[in-house]
């Protein structure tokens, strides 16, 4: 295990050595509008560790970490002593976990084919990036070989949950990579076009471009601030709370949203059911978000920041401390936010000379709400735009409703108050949708039956099966 271990060591330090010895070639500005001064310091990436990290340190903060584990451990003994009591034994069954994370060999495969195709495009497309068949090609790679193909291949084979997501997220990452690595190449090779008397054409070397498509970001850069060493120890610290983190969201279903949308499905869903359903998902909602954030946003991201000696950890600020929404959407997932900042928000005002403020976050929040509607729809295999709908209504008005102008506790707990609610509608509706989708199935679905939620329909279809039983 030791030479094992300074074997990886030695491989990792050769790779970030032969990248940080490139030297960034600088990135004119023409084909965006100028960067003020106050973005080029946002832009830059500096050494900064995980807020949690440092809150951690805190005796008081550490107690409520603990206190997230003793619900875990309470969930474990309840779903231990309720299966006692029904089956006369203890029973550690993990068959919900084994569905989700089903054909994961066709997962492996699908993804390995996904980053061997981004990697390999690096090899053919810097020299010609402003031309005419590049930008071609281009866009139909993106469209076919990343877009349809790993898309093609959840649909067909009917992946389960868990597994479409590995997939679906890992498309969507890469996407956003290759768009990145295209778009900050391109004013380099715009302006040797222009000035060719000037230095010659810096070319990312494989390495570099390797190192960003594993890297926790999303902005492509030749080099990046790099710790000394790796803390392998933090490495499997970060890796078993995934674990861990991944077994609390199995109890949290097991024990909170199974046994109640098992059979709201099949019952009358008029308001009073919806009101309760709402109410009654707000907990597990919200125990799947914290999940979710701290699975992904801290531990995952910075296990793969330590492995690469990533130093700039600022994957997420103090979000909880949001007085605004407008707050809350810049700090919740700061690795997302700065790509769609940079490329979506920006681009739109340069392409619009800066009239149109409002059209540019509107268009954002557009991009947005369709890519994640995406993710849901192909993974929970039906159309129900709940997400899409809350991004485009309630999260519009409340960017201008409860803005940066909002100070004061009252408009934390006002801002606290609709993310419980909100999830408390996510987890109400799609589960009721999900079980919907299995308790009563169209064999062959018309276009209009696919776009409209069988939730809406299925007491009916049962209570018409079972009259006919009785008669």
Not at 172 to 185: D, F, G, I, Q
Not at 367 to 382: K, M, N, Q, R, T
Request: aromatic share 18%; hydrophobic share 50%; proline share 5%.
């Amino acid at each position: 295990m030791r030479q094992f271990e300074s074997q990886v060591n030695d491989f990792m330090d050769s790779l970030i050595e032969e990248s940080a010895s490139l030297e960034p070639a600088p990135v004119p500005a023409v084909f965006s509008p100028p960067l003020s001064d106050k973005e080029r310091n946002k832009l830059r990436y500096c050494s900064f560790s995980s807020s949690l990290n440092e809150l951690f340190e805190v005796n008081h903060i550490r107690t409520i970490y603990h206190m997230f584990i003793a619900l875990l451990i309470l969930f474990i003994l309840s779903t231990l002593v309720v299966d006692f009591i029904d089956e006369g034994r203890l029973v550690l069954d993990f068959d919900l976990l084994v569905y989700a994370f089903g054909q994961f060999p066709l997962v492996v495969c699908t993804w390995i084919c996904m980053f061997l195709s981004v990697l390999l495009s690096q090899s053919w497309s810097c020299p010609k990036l402003c031309s005419l068949l590049f930008g071609s090609t281009f866009l139909l790679y993106q469209a076919l070989g990343l877009g349809f193909l790993p898309t093609y291949v959840v649909v067909s084979n009917s992946l389960p949950p868990a597994s479409c997501f590995i997939i679906i997220l890992e498309q969507v990452r890469l996407m956003m990579k290759a768009h990145s690595y295209v778009r900050e190449n391109v004013p380099r090779v715009l302006a040797r076009a222009k000035d060719k008397t000037g230095p010659s054409l810096v070319v990312p070397q494989v390495s570099q471009y390797l190192y960003f498509l594993f890297a926790p970001t999303l902005i492509y850069r030749d080099s990046y601030p790099r710790n000394p060493v790796i803390r392998w120890s933090y490495v499997a610290t970060k890796l078993l709370q995934v674990l861990g983190s991944l077994f609390y969201a199995y109890y949290v279903f097991v024990r909170l949203c199974i046994p109640q949308f098992r059979s709201i499905s099949l019952q009358l869903f008029d308001l009073r059911a919806m009101v309760l359903c709402v109410f009654n998902s707000i907990l597990p909602g919200v125990l799947v978000l914290f999940l979710a954030f701290f699975a992904f946003l801290h531990c995952w991201l910075n296990a793969f920041a330590e492995m690469l000696r990533f130093a700039d950890r600022m994957f997420y600020k103090d979000w909880w401390n949001s007085t605004s929404f407008a707050n809350y959407y810049r700090t919740w997932n700061v690795v997302v936010h700065d790509w769609l900042y940079y490329y979506v928000y920006r681009d739109f005002l340069w392409m619009s000379q800066k009239r149109c403020k409002a059209a540019a976050m509107f268009f954002v929040f557009t991009v947005s709400a369709v890519v994640h509607e995406y993710i849901l729809a192909i993974c929970f295999g039906f159309f129900y735009p709940v997400l899409f709908c809350l991004f485009m209504c309630f999260g519009m008005m409340f960017n201008f409703i409860l803005h940066d102008q909002r100070k004061g506790p009252i408009w934390n707990i006002i801002m606290w108050t609709s993310l419980f609610l909100g999830q408390g509608v996510i987890i109400c509706l799609y589960s009721q949708e999900w079980y919907a989708q299995r308790y009563c199935p169209v064999k062959e679905p018309s276009f209009l039956e696919l776009l409209t939620p069988r939730s809406w329909s299925c007491h009916l279809q049962k209570g018409l099966v079972a009259d006919s039983d009785r008669l």
